[in-house]
């Protein structure tokens, strides 16, 4: 049911706005299509924000007053509209309501602690801003790829649609090693709850806490992460010598 997700169109508005701002340097139109990315899902507000913090911490006024124009007329009264009035139930109460079902954190008190450090993660990525694209992309990734394994469930895999996207724009190798150990981790569990059912349950040895599960996958990321920078550093080392 992936497909049926409109993730993709909301990724579409954020390369959109990243081609904007690279290509012709029109920073308005650019959080425009960022604010409309957000219309399809809230997922890309934590890089509004950075976007925002960017105006502010350079002190482009003319800039802030024109971001919060545009913020005012397309966030604030369209999204209050949809957002609220929508039948059916309040669409962003739903969206709020994902975070009690948290990624990797698993307990509640380790869901919370993610919370707290991925705010905080999203305001170190708007002070670290220098006016640069490439700093900015750089926050939109780190961002993303926290979300994805500490606040997403790793069963949701459309959820990786807003991280690939921030990724391939920075086109830093670290970030695409942990975006491909995230996905690969986010398959698998994906496979196993449409593989095992209470009408078809997993095998007795493999039923064990999914709490654990998070765990071995986690070490697992990591280790695998420290052996290719290991290696790609013993490689560096061994061209530096032979050269």
Known sequence: FGQSKTDTVMAFYLLLAAWVLVTRRRRLLSFALLVLSTFVKLLTVPLLAIYAMRSLKLRRW??????GFIAFVLFGLVALLLYSSVPGGRLLLKY???LDKLGSSGSSILGNLSLLVFVGLVLLAGLLQDGTDRRLFAGWAVVSLFFLVFITPFTMTWYLITAVAAVSIV???HLNLLLLAASFTSFLFNF????FTSAFPPPEFLDVPRSSLYIMFGAAIGI???AIV????????QSYRAG
Do not use: H, K, P, Q
């Open 62 to 67: 003319r800039e802030i007053t024109g971001l």
């Open 171 to 173: 086109g830093n190798w």
């Open 230 to 237: 290991t290696l790609r550093r013993a490689r560096v080392r």
């Open 96 to 98: 709020l309501g994902l």
């Open 224 to 226: 695998f992460f420290i």
């Open 192 to 195: 196993w709850d449409s593989t």
